[in-house]
């Protein structure tokens, strides 16, 4: 693993940075779970995601029994394919109809597709019905992520409830990775592969459940209009720019060629869990969950990459660290070794992801980097898919150790390659200043934000300089920009009654951003003062989903996410 360069003192403060974010993290999740739309909601993305990867196992497994590697890649190439052309544009659903529909209807699909597939593994249907009914089930899934990320505003009663529940549903997904696939192979111990579709089907049927429980009040929202030639200038728009610099197009391309490695290594564990291993079905989901495992690992130590200088070196260390496990599972055949080896796989995996959209986030303009991520989300899906299609080739050409050693291989020698070309995005990727980010971390609205998304706002973020006396907001007026406090002294005034006072380290204006309402009171600057203030939409944009998540960046870009919140916040200025 390489790290950027710095100094102890600098490394202490990124870890003492890590515990502070991860208590302001977990103390802000039980705001969560006293909000019951919210408790709902995170509650039906749980069952779903968990539901989503075991189904990942259990198809896998099916394929395998059924055709052998080759099946399985086959199966993963067109179960990927359809769903990274859907992905784009699925977030768009949540923008034309109520949300909650969209999410309850997409379970109503995925149940069906889901379950008529577990009856057709129980009843010995033709293969090809089977995989149709999966294809068909993933494409299903693609709008229910944004849609819940777009919904997210409606349900919380304070910008700390909305950022905790970005966090949460941030963090289930995280431990969803192991969870699901660690449910699948301690089903395929205990019962059959048409059980195990049974369940993951049940798992659904329980997410949509909790989605009844969620109550939104219902508003009017503006539908945004989208013609064919609209939509085809926004996906052309982020090709173009990834493809005007040399050295973030080659990033893309190591990025792609890294995604399409883990699609080849779904085949790959399928193999080495049955038969290299002898650990049955049940053992693809315990691998996966090793990979599971090592990413979550991977996530919090890869929160020490907020604010470097250069990280360019943990983009390409990541790289290294994910090729050269593979390479000593080709050499060496054993359990221990495997699960050591897929667990550093995943760890490499989430520095490589930080570290590269976090370059992403700080190269490309702001004004086309959702139709970026949309772009890079379609990539990986894709690449996935091919890897996966490609990985029985490799087994028939080279054996399975012989495909593991030239697999694991790939990635190191392209860092050797086009390390240096690639290193050179750090000189013009500026970071954001240290002040800034301490600033933004100062407030908990945005203290659970993962780094990448703290170092874009950070880059957002306007300063201020007031003289006594000048009026900041006024009550009644259309609400525009959200204010921190970082010199001076302010008053808070309504109806010209004084109602309290700002100092450094305080905030002010969600209310009217969030609930789109004027301003509830008056702020006038009692002394000099500097504050910075951060747009509306850049505002929005940070409260309601990580601008690295391709889904939450396309459901920004296409919805605005400016849902009214329901009532109940604290008393406060907007």
Do not use: C
Not at 60 to 69: D, I, L
Not at 121 to 146: H, K
Not at 351 to 361: E, N, P, S, Y
Not at 441 to 462: C, D, Q
């Amino acid at each position: 693993m390489v790290f950027p360069s710095s100094s102890g003192s600098e490394m202490l403060r990124h870890v003492g940075g890590i515990g502070r974010r991860l208590r302001d993290s977990l103390s802000a999740f039980a705001a969560v779970w006293q909000n019951a739309n919210l408790r709902w909601l995170e509650l039906a993305w749980t069952a779903s995601i968990v539901g989503q990867y075991a189904f990942l196992v259990a198809v896998s497994v099916y394929a395998y029994g059924v055709g052998g590697e080759k099946a399985v890649g086959l199966v993963f190439l067109a179960r990927l394919i359809p769903a990274a052309l859907v992905a784009p544009f699925a977030g768009m659903l949540g923008d034309r109809y109520p949300r909650e529909r969209v999410l309850f209807f997409t379970n109503l699909a995925r149940i069906v597709l889901v379950s008529a597939s577990a009856v057709g593994v129980l009843a010995d249907a033709e293969p090809w019905i089977v995989y149709g009914l999966a294809i068909a089930a993933t494409i299903a899934t693609t709008p229910f992520r944004s849609s819940q990320a777009a919904l997210t505003p409606a349900l919380a009663r304070t910008p700390e409830e909305l950022t905790a529940a970005n966090a949460v549903a941030s963090g289930v997904e995280s431990i969803a990775v192991f969870a699901g696939p660690a449910l699948a192979g301690v089903l395929f111990g205990v019962a059959s592969t048409g059980a195990v579709f049974l369940v993951t089907a049940a798992l659904i049927v329980i997410s949509s459940a909790f989605l009844v429980l969620v109550h939104v009040e219902q508003t009017d929202r503006p539908r945004r209009e989208l013609d064919a030639a609209t939509i085809l200038g926004e996906r052309l728009a982020g090709f173009t720019t990834l493809a005007r610099d040399r050295s973030l197009a080659l990033m893309m391309a190591l990025l792609t060629a890294q995604t399409a490695m883990f699609g080849a290594l779904q085949v790959f564990i399928v193999v080495i869990a049955i038969e290299e291993l002898d650990l049955g079905d049940g053992g693809v989901g315990y691998l996966n969950a090793a990979i599971g495992i090592g990413a979550f690992i991977g996530a919090v130590g890869a929160l020490a990459l907020t604010g470097a200088r250069r990280l360019s070196p943990a983009f390409l260390g990541g790289l290294v660290v994910t090729g050269v496990p593979l390479i000593a599972l080709g050499f060496w055949e054993a359990v221990g070794i495997a699960v050591v080896a897929l667990a550093l796989m995943g760890i490499g995996n989430a520095f490589v992801d930080v570290a590269g959209l976090t370059l992403v986030q700080r190269t490309v303009p702001d004004d086309v980097l959702a139709r970026v991520f949309g772009v890079i989300q379609m990539l990986w899906m894709a690449s996935m898919g091919i890897g996966a299609a490609v990985a029985p080739a490799l087994i028939s050409w080279l054996g399975v150790d012989g495909a593991l050693i030239a697999t694991g291989a790939f990635l190191p020698a392209l860092v050797v390659l086009s390390g240096a070309t690639v290193a050179r995005i750090d000189r013009t990727a500026a970071p954001p200043e240290t002040d800034e980010l301490r600033v933004l971390v100062s407030v908990p609205i945005f203290a659970p934000l993962p780094g990448g998304s703290l170092e874009h706002l950070a880059t957002r973020l306007v300063p201020l300089r007031v003289e006594a006396g000048t009026v900041i907001v006024r009550e009644g007026d259309a609400g525009d920009r959200f204010y921190i406090v970082v010199e001076g002294d302010l008053t808070v005034s309504q109806e010209d009654a004084q109602l309290s006072a700002l100092s450094p380290g305080d905030y002010f204006g969600e209310i009217a951003l969030l609930r789109e309402t004027s301003r509830t009171a008056t702020v006038t600057a009692r002394t000099d003062s500097v504050l910075y203030a951060l747009d509306r939409e850049d505002f929005l944009a940070a409260v309601t989903g990580h601008p690295q998540s391709a889904e939450a960046a396309e459901s920004v870009m296409t919805a605005r996410l400016a849902g009214p919140a329901a009532t109940g916040y604290r008393s406060g200025v907007g």
